[in-house]
Structure formats: C-alpha cells, structure tokens
C-alpha cells in the first residue's frame, strides 16, 4: 500500500481500459509515491509565509488575528462555499476534531481524536499521517477515550504537538517522522489538552487530568512544562500545587509575552492537599528563562463555582486610556467572568471585569465560558454560554469589548449553541464556531456577513483559523473543513526544487466542482504562460509536458483552477530547474 497525497490507495488493483491509460497511471503513481516519501521535497522553508497560522491562536500572545488575510473581507465573506472536506483516515465511526488547523509550509496540520496528526495539502489531499495516541479510562463516570486534542505549532520545519497519550512529539514537518518524543505524566492520568508554545528554543506545554464528563480521572498535579525544543529534553517545571498534592490542572495553551520574556497560562479547580492551593483557580506569569515565578492572581473566594476552572487560553493585548497605552492580559473563567489585567501585575487584580455567561461546570452545556476570544489590534472579542440579551435567552453569545474598559461595543445572541473554542479574526472580519454553525461576523457591528451549517448536525467544538484566502474549522463528525471564495488547487507533480528533462507529467489537486486545471510557468522570457491544460483522472489532474519547448533555467510552476462561473483559483508557486 502507498501512501499518496489523496490517501492510501491499493495500487494493485488498479484497472485500465487501455494500455496508455495504464502506463500513464502507472508513471503518475511512481511520481506521487516519490512525493509521499520525501524524495525529492527538497526540505520546508526556515520561516513561515506571511499569511501563515502557525500555532494555536495564530501567535504565541494567542491573538487569534491574522492580519496578513486580504482575500477573506467584510466584503467578500457572504461569497464563501466549502470548498474541501478531509476525514479523518483510520476510523470506521465519526471522531471529534478539537485541534485548531495550522497552516504553514503550504501544509495544513490537524488532529483527530482516533490518534493521529496529520498533514493535508491545500486542497485536502492527505500528505502524511502520524500516530500520536489515545488514552483510555474505565473508572466509573470516566469511561472515555480521547486522542490528541492539541494544536500543532509549527517552526523551522518541526511540528511540536500533544499527544493523545501524554506525551509530547516533535514532528517533520514534510514527512510526520517522529523526531523525539517526551512523556509528561503517567497515563492514563495524564493528559495533554493544551497546546504547546515555542520561543527561544524551549517548548512550553501544560499538563492536565485526564477528563470524562464532569470528572477528573482522576485529579493529578497540574503542571507548565519547558522542554528543549531540538531535545526534547525537560529543562523546567512549574508545579501549581505542592509534590503530593492534586489538582490545579493547566487545561488551556501557555501564552507568550515575547517582549518581556515571561509565560503567561491559567490553572483548574484545587484538589487534594494538606496545605493550601494558591495556584489553583488563578492566572500566572513565570520567567520564560527558568519558569521561576514572576506573579499570579487567584479567584476569589465570593467569585469561585464548584469546579471553576479557567479552561480558556490568555490573550495579549493593549488598551490605551488619555493618551497612555497599556499591556494587558484577559481571558474568561467558567464561572462566566472575563477577566482583564495588567501584565506583569497579576497581583493587582483585574482592571476590569465582565460577565460574559452564566456561571457553571459545563462548558459544553452552554455554561460559562472556556473561549480565548480574539485581538484584533483595537478590539476585544469574546464569546462564551447561555446568557440573557435584551430579555431574550442565548445559547451563548460572542461580543466585542473596549479593551480599556470592557464597555460592550455590540454583542450577538447565539440562539443555536455556545462557543467553546478560540474565536478567529481578521481585518473587518470574526469567525465564530456556533454549536453546529460557523459563522463569519463583521468585526464593526457584529452582523452575520457567512453562515454554514454542519450536514451531520454535530456541533463545531474546535477552533477555526484563517489563512491564505481559506477558512478552516474541524468538526465533531471528524472532519477538516475548508471554505474559501475560489477553487483551491496545489501543484502534486514535480515537488518543489526538482530538476525536469524531456516530457514529464504534471499532476495538481483541486477542490470539488472544478472543470478546469491548467498549468502556468514563470520565468526566463515566460510570464504566468500557459504551458498545458490537464485531465481528470483518479489521481489528480494529470497531463504530460515537453520541458524542451521552453530555455534551460528555474522556474515557478503553479496549477490554475477553474469553476465553470469562470471563478479560478491559483496554487503557491512550485521551483522547477529545466535542464535539458
């Protein structure tokens, strides 16, 4: 069996009606399987491109802003379609996606709750697939089995993702190789929800109780965890209740202050200690250096629900008051509160404070709130459960906030579901993951500009990101779903940095109701030519090319598709060298 970019496909059983038909599959195959096992990729760049989401919230201070996105406007957001779905390959029943899908080195990277990571190419084909385990638990009450939750982030061609086991992988990038792996915790105690950030050469990552329900299965020691990032190597732990005690689980992802060079991450419920828990139910700033301990803050006691985590990711942002900008840091707590404090004051306590939902354990019930919101330069959004507006009762309900203040600057009643997710933005644009809907909102007023309703009717409990022109969001049935404005096509055959003599095949991917890929060439004398027009075929759209009729020398490929409105859509370039 060979692994190709559409999946994994039985080669043997291939039928043709003829024998150039044959021959061409057959040389279509050989060169999609030199794709698959890295033959000729000729390495990931260093740095991601510009219009890349690279970790969970698009930045290490978890903004959930993409400020690079000019294709997906107020203006154009009504004229998304989904152009793409990517299941979820090793499973015989729907399987949750709770990972937020990161884009970098033309790749989109996602798990799914059946184990594995997995890379997909810009138009859904499967690239690779690596397992990164499950957990499973018996106790009564806690009878569940949870594969990787975590967000990749990707840098300099690794991709460092929580496994569904816990431990912590660090991936290739173009291949899904293991490079080193690093256990945080026995299992099936342990679990990783949160997802890691990478800064200075150190991977910093939380670690949590596995969880069932309303249950912890049981309560471990909650922990932020500094591992070397080429290692694997552990360099630093910050334990938020004493050895021997439980509790204090970090749920959500450690958050960056890359200024300052300080962490900043939040921690569940107390559990069983013989002394106090100060660390628990609080947020906390550590040194990124060494994790020692810069300032924290913990609910207090008239504001604390029974099992009161703060579940949601930290935002960086600023607020400006007379003329004076200051740092700040928010984020929500399942008793309803969003918080808002000044960074490197924890200590001081909010600057201000909202109530965002109805206070209470169950997130996924539509209580309180585990959403990080989103930041987009100038403005706070924030989402959350089942609220009031205006006399009307919410399922949950996503608003945008002053950040000097909090002052609600509009706010949307949800009637359909609550948001559990991070929140993604870009300019004049918020998408929000709704129960079983995914809507693009304007960032000014807060009116539904797209709509999109899960077929299944399973709800979206990941986080979207935007990236490149496409929308991404995984789903409850196990899927990765794309929506973008265009076709969305990317260039299969050659790979990136091959060198072409003679006739070759050229071979792309497109989305769904596409009725025409042509191939174009740039370089030397050419300027975006038409060089040839493929074919349909089980593989891709496939055609055969005289690189002789073209100057020896480098050259960007791309795949142009084509809807039949005459919309099109064009691939990231692809170097070939013509060396005739």
């Not at 003829?18 to 990729?41: D, F, Q």
């Not at 991601?48 to 107020?74: K, L, M």
């Not at 990032?229 to 992802?253: K, L, M, Q, Y």
């Not at 906030?401 to 870009?426: E, F, K, M, S, Y």
Request: some cysteine; proline content about 5%.
């Amino acid at each position: 069996m060979l692994r190709t970019a559409f999946g994994n496909r039985i080669f043997s059983s291939i039928r043709s009606g003829s024998g150039e038909r044959l021959r061409l599959a057959l040389t279509a195959v050989a060169l999609v399987g030199a794709v698959a096992v890295g033959a000729t990729w000729g390495g990931l760049p260093a740095a991601a491109a510009t219009g890349d989401w690279t970790t969970y919230g698009a930045t290490n201070g978890r903004s959930g802003f993409n400020g690079a996105e000019t294709v997906i406007t107020p203006t154009t957001a009504s004229q998304l379609h989904l152009a793409w779905t990517a299941a979820a390959q090793n499973v015989s029943q729907p399987y949750l996606v709770f990972s937020q899908p990161v884009v970098a080195n033309g790749l989109i990277y996602w798990a799914s709750m059946d184990g594995y990571e997995q890379a997909t190419n810009t138009s859904g084909g499967l690239v690779w697939q690596t397992y990164i385990g499950v957990t499973s638990e018996s106790i009564t009450g806690c009878s569940y089995t949870w594969g990787p939750a975590s967000t990749a982030t990707v840098v300099n061609g690794v991709v460092y993702v929580g496994g569904g086991d816990g431990q912590l992988y660090a991936l290739d990038a173009a291949t899904g190789a293991v490079l080193w792996q690093t256990r945080l915790g026995p299992s099936p105690n342990t679990f990783l929800w949160s997802s890691p950030a990478v800064f200075n050469g150190s991977v910093y990552i939380g670690v949590a109780s596995f969880f069932g329900g309303l249950n912890n299965c049981p309560y471990v020691q909650g922990q932020l965890v500094q591992l070397n990032a080429t290692t694997g190597v552990v360099e630093n732990t910050f334990n938020t209740v004493p050895d021997g005690c439980t509790g204090a689980s970090v749920w959500a992802s450690p958050t960056v202050d890359e200024a300052s060079g300080t962490v900043y991450f939040a921690t569940g419920d107390p559990g069983t200690c013989s002394t106090a828990e100060p660390y628990a139910e609080s947020v906390i700033e550590v040194s990124a250096s060494d994790l020692s301990l810069v300032g924290s803050w913990q609910v207090p006691p008239s504001q604390q629900i029974s099992d009161g985590d703060f579940g949601a990711t930290p935002i960086l942002f600023t607020s400006t008051q007379e003329g004076v900008t200051q740092d700040m840091v928010g984020l929500a707590n399942k008793n309803g509160i969003y918080y808002a404090f000044q960074r490197d004051n924890l200590a001081a306590g909010p600057v201000w404070q909202d109530q965002i939902a109805v206070g209470g354990a169950n997130a996924a019930g539509g209580q309180g709130s585990i959403s990080p919101g989103a930041w987009d330069g100038t403005t706070l959004y924030v989402a959350g459960g089942s609220t009031t507006i205006n006399g009307v009762s919410c399922a949950g309900s996503v608003a945008a906030l002053n950040p000097a203040d909090g002052a609600i600057l509009w706010r949307d009643c949800l009637p359909d579901g609550t948001v559990l997710d991070a929140l993604a933005a870009a300019p004049g644009i918020v998408a929000v993951p709704e129960g079983n809907h995914l809507l693009v909102v304007s960032a000014t007023s807060g009116q539904t500009l797209f709509s999109y309703t899960t077929p299944s009717g399973l709800p979206i409990w990941g986080a979207p990101s935007i990236a490149n022109g496409v929308l991404y969001v995984g789903d409850n049935g196990g899927q990765l779903l794309a929506f973008a404005l265009n076709p969305v096509t990317s260039v299969l055959i050659p790979s990136n940095g091959a060198t072409l003599t003679g006739t070759q095949y050229l071979d792309a991917s497109a989305s769904g109701n596409v009725t025409k890929v042509e191939f174009h060439l740039t370089g030397g004398t050419l300027n975006n030519a038409l060089i040839a027009t493929a074919t349909p075929t089980y593989y891709g759209w496939l055609t055969g090319w005289n690189s002789t009729t073209v100057a020896n020398g480098t050259y960007t490929l791309q795949s142009v598709a084509y809807y039949a409105s005459g919309a099109s859509g064009t691939s990231t370039g692809t170097t070939i060298t013509v060396n005739n």
